[in-house]
Nanobody, 119 residues
Framework: QVQLVESGGGLVQAGGSLRLSCAAS????????MGWYRQAAGKQRELVAV???????VDADSVKGRFTISRDNAKNTVYLQMNSLKREDTAVYYC?????????????WGKGTLVTVSS
């Protein structure tokens, strides 16, 4: 069973920066991708950024040029560096890990960490 531990959330002023971390542990054979999603109050969860096992990155248009996703393969850890934060970035951020299990991948989710941006 895969466990995810997130950290780095908090309250910052608009224009500030935060760095989120997510460490995966447990029964991991092959990680296909790691990434971050977020859910604002009253809204649906949305993709923020994902980094694949080959190092390719996909991120949302709303965070391009401001957020950077990275990964430490040896530590099974994914990071999200968030710069130039806006009040619209306020949300609960969830870590996601997709693990290969045979031919069918399985998604695991963290409990979420709250990011609040004040104006």
């Amino acid at each position: 069973q895969v466990q995810l531990v997130e950290s780095g959330g908090g309250l910052v002023q608009a224009g500030g920066s935060l760095r989120l971390s997510c460490a995966a542990s447990g029964s991991i054979f092959s990680i296909n991708a790691m990434g971050w999603y977020r859910q604002a109050a009253g809204k649906q969860r949305e993709l923020v950024a994902v980094i694949t096992n080959s190092g390719s990155i996909v991120d949302a248009d709303s965070v391009k040029g401001r957020f950077t996703i990275s990964r430490d393969n040896a530590k099974n850890t994914v990071y999200l560096q968030m710069n130039s934060l806006k009040r619209e970035d306020t949300a609960v951020y969830y870590c996601n890990v997709r693990v290969a299990a045979g031919t069918i991948p399985t998604d695991y989710w963290g409990k979420g960490t709250l990011v609040t941006v004040s104006s």
